[in-house]
C-alpha cells in the first residue's frame, strides 16, 4: 500500500495506527489530517479531541499579524535561577582571564554595532510571523531527530493557543526557548529535558511549550517574555489575579534535580492562585447555574401568566362570539316574526269575505288550534281548501307551518298544492257541508 500511495513504510504505520485511534473510517481523511500535521499522531489526535469538545482547533493558523496574548512579565515577585558561568582558578586562569578583557569587550561592542547596523539595514526576518504552528511542529521534529523520541510532551499548537489552554484548564504552563548552536542548549535537551524525571515531572504538573528563537514564532515568544540572551531557558508561566503571568525564569545549563527542585518550589508557591481561581470558576458556574434557573423559573411563571391569559382571552372571545350569535339569532327571529306577521296580514286581506248564515251554500266549521283555542268561520262549499288553508294561517295562534285533519272519517285535507294534485279541492268535493270540525296540527315541531 506505501508504494500505491506513495508512503513510506513508517508513514503507512502511523496511518493505520492513527485510524485506530481515531476509529476514522476513510483512509484519505486520516492521510490529509496526518499530512496538515506534518505527519505527527499526537497533533492529529489533539486536534481531533479539540474537535470532538468544541476547542478551537490547533492547526487552525492565526494570521501572520496576529499579536500575542499579553502575558505579565513585570511581576516583582517573579523567581530567577541563573546557573552562574565558572570563575577562573589559579594564577594562570586569572591571567588568561584579565587579557581577554579587552578582546571580549571589543569583540562584543563590534558585534552588537553590526546587529544594530544589520537591523537598522535589513529588518530581522524572524519578526514575520506567517506559520506560527509549523515553527513549532518543525521544532519538535528536529529536537527528535536530535535528542530522541524520550521527551516531555510538546504541546503541538503555537504560542498564543497553549496560553489559551493552559488558562482555560487552569494549569502551569512551561516554556523552553532554544538557541541553534549553543552548547549549552543542546547538553540541557539531552541531559535534562531527556531525563526520566524531569519528563514524568513536566507530563503530571504542566502543559509543556518548546520552539527555537531561530523560527519566527520563538523568536517572537522570546521578545514577548524580555528574556536576556542566556540559553537555553525555561519559563513559568499561569493565571495569576487573572492575568497570565511568567513566575519564574530557570536559564542556563540546568542540572536536572535543580529543575525538578526549584520549579516544584515555585510551583507550590504560587498553587493557591490556581486554586483559588478554580474556586471563583466553580462559583461562577454556580451562580450562573442559579441565575438561569431563576430565568428558566421566571419564563416558566411568565408562560404560565401567558397561557393564562390567552385562555381568558379565548373565554373572553368565546363569550363575546356567542353573544353575537345569540343576538344574531334574536336577530333572524325578530325578522322571521316580523315577516310571519306581515305574510298572516297579507292573507288576511286577500280571504273572501264571510257568507250569511242563510246561506244555503255556507259551511261553518270549527277549528281546533294547536294550543287548544277554537275558532268558528264560514265558508262556501265551493270555496276551495286552500281558501281554509288562509284563513288558518292568519290567525295569530295558528302555527307557521301545519295541516288540516278532519275526526269523523279521520283524513289529512289537502289543503295546499302538490305535484299530485296542483289545485286542491273544493269543501263540496271533500265531503265538508253545513257544520264541521277540523283540527290544525303543527307541522313545526
Known amino acids: 500500500m506505501a508504494d500505491q500511495e506513495g508512503l513510506s513504510a513508517e508513514q503507512t504505520e502511523k496511518l493505520l495506527q492513527f485510524q485506530d485511534l481515531t476509529g476514522i473510517e476513510s483512509m484519505d ?35 501572520a499579524t496576529a499579536h500575542l496574548p499579553i502575558v505579565n512579565t513585570m511581576d516583582n515577585r517573579i523567581y530567577s535561577y541563573i546557573v552562574p558561568r565558572p570563575s577562573p582558578r589559579g594564577f594562570f586562569g586569572w591571567s588568561y582571564y584579565f587579557l581577554m578583557i579587552p578582546f571580549r ?52 499548537g503555537s504560542y498564543s493557543q497553549a496560553l489559551n489552554d493552559a488558562k482555560r484548564e487552569l494549569r502551569f504552563l512551561l516554556v523552553y526557548l532554544h538557541a541553534d548552536g549553543n552548547t549549552d542548549a543542546a547538553l540541557f535537551c539531552r541531559e535534562t529535558l531527556c531525563s526520566p524525571d524531569v519528563i514524568d515531572f513536566i507530563n503530571s504538573r504542566a502543559l509543556f511549550w518548546a520552539c527555537s528563537v531561530s523560527k519566527p514564532e520563538g523568536y517572537r515568544v522570546s521578545q514577548a517574555l524580555r528574556e536576556t540572551s542566556s540559553y537555553p531557558l525555561l519559563a513559568l508561566i499561569l493565571l495569576k489575579e487573572h492575568r497570565m503571568t511568567v513566575v519564574a525564569r530557570l ?152 295541516q288540516l285533519v278532519s275526526n269523523f272519517p279521520r283524513r289529512v285535507l289537502q289543503s295546499t298544492p302538490t305535484t299530485e294534485g296542483p289545485q286542491p279541492p273544493n269543501l263540496r268535493d271533500v265531503g265538508l257541508q253545513h257544520s264541521t270540525v277540523l283540527f290544525v296540527q303543527n307541522l313545526s315541531d
Not at 133 to 138: L, N
Not at 373 to 400: C, G, K, M, Q, Y
Open 105 to 156: 569587550f571589543t569583540y562584543y561592542t563590534v558585534m552588537d554595532i553590526l546587529r544594530l547596523a544589520m537591523r537598522l539595514l535589513r529588518p530581522d526576518p524572524r519578526a514575520q510571523v506567517t506559520d506560527p504552528v509549523g515553527d513549532v511542529s518543525s521544532f519538535i521534529q528536529y529536537f527528535e531527530e536530535q535528542y530522541g523520541q524520550q521527551h516531555p510532551v510538546f504541546y503541538h
Open 251 to 402: 536559564e542556563g545549563l540546568v542540572k536536572p534535580r535543580d529543575v525538578i527542585s526549584q520549579l516544584t518550589l515555585v510551583m507550590d508557591a504560587n498553587e493557591h492562585f490556581l486554586l483559588t481561581e478554580r474556586i471563583e470558576r466553580q462559583e461562577r458556574v454556580e451562580t450562573q447555574a442559579l441565575r438561569q434557573q431563576q430565568d428558566e423559573a421566571y419564563f416558566e411563571s411568565l408562560r404560565a401568566d401567558q397561557e393564562k391569559e390567552r385562555r381568558r382571552r379565548e373565554d373572553r372571545e368565546q363569550e363575546q362570539r356567542l353573544q353575537e350569535e345569540c343576538k344574531r339569532q334574536a336577530v333572524e327571529e325578530e325578522l322571521k316574526r316580523e315577516k310571519l306577521v306581515e305574510a298572516k296580514a297579507k292573507c288576511s286581506k286577500q280571504l273572501p269575505p264571510e257568507p250569511l248564515i242563510t246561506d244555503p251554500e255556507a259551511v261553518a266549521i270549527v277549528f281546533r288550534l294547536p294550543n287548544d283555542s277554537r275558532v268558528e268561520h264560514r265558508f262556501l262549499s265551493t270555496d276551495s281548501l286552500s281558501v281554509i288553508h288562509n284563513f288558518v294561517f292568519s290567525l295569530s295562534d295558528a302555527p307557521e307551518h301545519f
Open 29 to 63: 481523511q486520516c492521510r490529509q489530517t496526518l499530512q496538515r500535521h506534518h505527519w505527527s499522531i499526537e497533533a492529529a489526535v489533539q486536534d481531533r479531541l479539540n474537535e470532538e469538545e468544541g476547542v478551537p482547533r490547533v492547526f487552525d493558523p492565526p494570521h
